[in-house]
């Protein structure tokens, strides 16, 4: 055969390839958003820095604007930057932007069950029931008050173990919101020091750690080529699997248990609806939507809010001043002699400041979880079709320099008024927004206000190094941003 026929051919093949990929990846679907031009095959993903990658995407909204579309290999991606943008879409139009966008890595730990990763019927059933469970159970009410309280007194005694010495204090506060999660999900309180605990931390941390790793951006934008090189996700996959078959041991001990007139827990709510159910075929109530739910709950409910803490003790240390005036409220509503309780909260409009100024400025989740759209929707000039990934940058929103002047400075006054009062803001989106906003941001707020209060009617808080030397800088922006090592003195008051 003649080299130049093979030769051409070869081109011919390799065009057509280009343009069904390009097809796949948008053209010719809809009416989409402008963006850098993407690469053959790898699409926009030199364009974007791996390591920070809400930086990278706030930089490219400057030149193509607040709707924009990127390509990672052959998946298309709609980015919304700004306040108005995400509200539109999450909110207004909160329907259509609902659906969870394809995730490779939890596709193939949750294949599609639980909370985070379900769509369509699955999803909003398990929900509502998740929701409605976790209302019945207290959420809001004086019994999870409670159990936070009880945590957050054993933490203390955990802190005075310290005796005022320089420490880490990651572990620590790992544990107290776990050990709330924990009491909703299995009716049980780990001891700090029980392997059975320490092994489920072990592997949260892990996860997180390689969720918010580069690397897992490369995975997601060439899940079958990358699927089956040597990496971190196989990691995430064995650690995966062995949490859920720790859950699966507790329910089955729940399965021997199960009292249908006194539920004790999360687990044993699931089961009763089970049971409820077993006679349709195409119940969502089943044993591996239990699995999966239950480890949606423990990770979100532990990781997110002892980030949150841990990083907010690192501010507190950076800016004294702002301690000092938290002290003073302290002393002045609660005093020493009971412990701090929700009803606090309003005769406390400094200390509420600070804790949504810490969730503000640390940003946690900055590109949320994708979304995606459920059907073929006209947004703005555009048209986006069915399945298109959708990121809501949170960033642009909890950093926006018109509601926030400012907004790169740790700065409570951010959520005050001129009189001091505590200023509500639409812009507080820290638990994202719209109909997949976070199902514990209830029980997350409250564990917040309780943790710093308790921590701070107990103890002074004292760095090993000045705090002009103190660097926020988080040394991880991916899934989540992580904050940097350091250690502290938890000085009894």
Not at 32 to 55: A, F, H, R, S, T
Not at 99 to 121: C, Q, W, Y
Not at 208 to 214: L, R, V
Not at 292 to 312: I, K, M, N
Request: aromatic letters at 10%; hydrophobic letters at 40%.
């Amino acid at each position: 055969m003649d080299p130049s026929f093979v030769i051409a051919l070869g081109l011919l093949l390799c065009i057509s390839c280009l343009l069904i990929l390009s097809w796949k990846m948008g053209f010719g679907r809809g009416k989409l958003p402008p963006g850098p031009v993407p690469l053959p095959i790898i699409g926009n993903i030199l364009q974007v820095d791996l390591k920070n990658v809400p930086e990278s995407l706030c930089k490219l909204a400057k030149e193509y604007g607040p709707v924009f579309t990127l390509q990672f290999g052959v998946e298309c991606i709609v980015v919304l930057h700004g306040y108005k943008e995400v509200k539109e879409a999450l909110i207004d139009h909160g329907d259509k932007f609902a659906d969870r966008a394809h995730m490779p890595i939890l596709k193939v730990t949750s294949s599609g069950f639980g909370l985070i990763v379900s769509n369509g019927e699955r999803w909003k059933q398990t929900r509502r029931f998740s929701l409605m469970t976790l209302r019945n159970f207290g959420m809001g009410k004086r019994s999870i008050e409670e159990r936070v309280q009880e945590v957050a007194k054993y933490l203390v005694e955990e802190l005075k173990k310290t005796k005022g010495l320089p420490c880490d204090p990651t572990f620590i506060l790992e544990c107290a919101p776990c050990n709330v999660i924990c009491s909703v999900i299995f009716q049980k309180h780990f001891e700090y020091k029980d392997q059975k605990f320490l092994y489920l931390m072990k592997l949260l941390n892990e996860n997180i750690k390689i969720a918010s790793s580069p690397w897992m951006q490369v995975y997601s934008s060439f899940p079958s080529l990358v699927h089956y090189l040597p990496g971190s996700h196989h990691k995430i996959v064995k650690n995966v699997r062995l949490q859920h078959e720790f859950i699966l041991e507790e329910v089955k001990d729940h399965q021997r248990t199960l009292d249908p007139h006194s539920p004790l827990d999360f687990i044993d709510c699931f089961l009763m609806k089970m049971e409820q159910e077993k006679q349709q075929p195409q119940s969502e109530f089943t044993i591996e939507n239990l699995v999966c739910t239950v480890a949606d709950l423990f990770a979100a409910g532990t990781e997110t809010t002892s980030t949150t803490l841990r990083y907010g003790l690192l501010l507190l240390l950076k800016h004294p001043e702002i301690t000092g005036k938290i002290h003073e409220e302290i002393n002045h509503v609660i005093g020493r002699d009971r412990s701090p309780c929700m009803k606090d909260r309003n005769k406390m409009p400094y200390t509420n400041a600070v804790v949504h100024e810490i969730q503000r400025y640390i940003d946690l989740v900055p590109t949320n979880l994708p979304h995606s759209v459920s059907e073929d929707v006209r947004f703005r000039q555009y048209l986006i079709p069915k399945g298109t990934t959708i990121i809501p940058v949170l960033s642009s929103v909890l950093y926006d320099d018109e509601e926030f002047p400012n907004p790169d400075q740790f700065d409570p006054g951010h959520f005050l008024d001129e009189s001091g009062n505590f200023n509500k803001s639409d812009y507080f989106m820290p638990f994202s927004a719209g109909k997949r906003i976070c199902a514990g941001e209830g029980l997350a707020r409250m564990e917040l206000f309780l943790f710093f209060t308790t921590i701070l009617q107990n103890f002074t808080l004292k760095s090993p190094i000045d705090p002009k030397d103190i660097d926020t800088t988080p040394v991880a922006s991916g899934f989540i941003r992580v904050p940097p090592s350091y250690e502290l003195c938890f000085l009894p008051s």
